[in-house]
């Protein structure tokens, strides 16, 4: 049974080198916390983002001094051989920054306009209109988004007024959802209007609640056919940010729906920005809608485990992986598709390490103190003793160059590491290199 997730159908929208829409895979997204005028300081943190495996990093733009910067982030990324396109965060004085730093509107590889925050009155379809002839100028993907906290009021004010006047009105909940869907579609259609080719529009219409958030984003993608950028906007922090992002999109991404994402977690004290990187790959890779890096399986223990071990082995292991990436990934062609199981007692460790492509089943409490790999669904060995955690890491190295390396010599040495712990060494990695 197939059970692949049909994307839905969208335009496909070119940022830099990237392609945006259902015909691409879907991206990841991130957002520097930097000054933007300091130069240095945000170029390293679009290269920390990048090297996390960001595929798109948005900047502020939000004066004089970060916009007099933005080329110059620029031309340090691309000395630093970093090409990940940048987004210009832009929000009230956007048409002016725009206008008045050329080389920012030229280093900036799509804009992000906030409908709702460029203007009052008349003055907003004029500054929303300025803003996107620069972005016909230097043909430039533009995302509208609409944010709840920003709705244009004087759209909404209308729309509840309409709403009052029927025999049987809406709750206002629903009301403002209908309003960002329109608010999103409106400006879309005035941006075209203006020239904006439709293949160069992206959407969004973030709010803050998980089941607002997948009836707005259900409604809008059945509305038009422009990728769509998904987002809780203010997710929160630690577990709360990660477990509410996790179910919206999740929900949504089932449904086909969603073309590009990023996890607003608000990073704690001393945390990581790349976080919220690794969040939004793992939703993806755990769904099975794209593969980042090698996925460990690892039991969560019970009264049958007898010490930490697994769990430290585990870690060890999903730390190397993450070092190993960067390295691997241009030299071991699928890689990322690698499994490996950590278990740690015979209860379900022997079965879950055959289902790996490498898994160790560790001894629980009272069992015999040994600890059998599997490779490919077979048991080839059994590690005994104090080394066992190194051992097991450099029979995974010598795994994965022997099935994804296609080295001369390298399924031999994984026979020669095989035989130091086993009494009848096998033949190896029977399965073609993937």
Known sequence: ??????????????????????????????????????ARATAAQVEQLALAGAELVRITVNGHEAASQVAKIRELLDARQIRVPLVGDFHFNGHR???????????????????????????????????????????????????WGSLDPDLLARMMDANAALAQPLAADAVMREALVVSALENAQRAIEVGLPAERIVLS?????????????????ARCDFPLHLGLTEAGMGSKGI??????????????????????????????????????????????LRAFSPSVVACPGCGRTSSS???????????????????????????????????????????????????????????????PVYMDGERVLTLKGN??????????????????????????????????FSAHPRELIARDNQ
């Not at 219409?205 to 984003?217: E, G, N, P, R, T």
């Open 1 to 38: 049974m197939n059970l692949a997730i049909a994307r839905r159908k969208t335009r496909q929208v070119t940022i830099g080198p990237l392609s945006l829409g259902s015909a691409s895979p879907i991206v990841v997204q991130a957002m520097t916390n930097t000054d933007t005028a300091d």
């Open 309 to 371: 071990f697994f769990q430290e082995l585990a870690q060890q292991i999903e730390d190397y992986l993450r070092e190993q990436m960067p390295i691997w990934k241009s030299r071991f062609s699928g890689v990322e598709q690698l499994q490996v199981a950590v278990m740690g007692c015979v209860v379900n460790g022997p079965g879950e390490s055959r289902l790996a492509d490498i898994g160790i089943s560790l001894p629980g409490a009272g069992e015999h103190p040994s600890a």
């Open 97 to 147: 920054l725009l206008a008045a730093y050329p080389d920012c509107a030229r280093a900036l590889d799509k804009y992000r306009i906030n409908p709702g925050n460029v203007g009052k009155g008349a003055k907003r379809d004029e500054q929303f209109c300025e803003m996107i002839e620069i972005a016909c100028r230097h043909e430039k993907p533009v995302r509208i988004g609409v944010n």
């Open 243 to 288: 477990v509410a992002s996790s179910t919206a999109l999740a929900v949504l991404l089932q449904e086909g729906i969603g073309d590009t994402l990023r996890i607003s977690l608000t990073p704690e004290p001393g945390g990581e920005r790349t976080r919220e990187v690794l969040v939004a790959q793992q939703i993806l890779q755990t769904m099975g």
């Open 205 to 221: 219409a973030k709010v803050s609640h998980v089941q607002d958030l997948i009836a707005v984003y259900r409604n809008l993608a």
């Open 387 to 420: 080394t066992i955690a190194d051992d097991f890491t450099g029979l995974l190295q010598a795994y994965v160059t022997a099935r994804y390396g296609g080295q001369a010599g390298a399924r031999e040495h994984l026979a020669q590491m095989v035989g130091q």
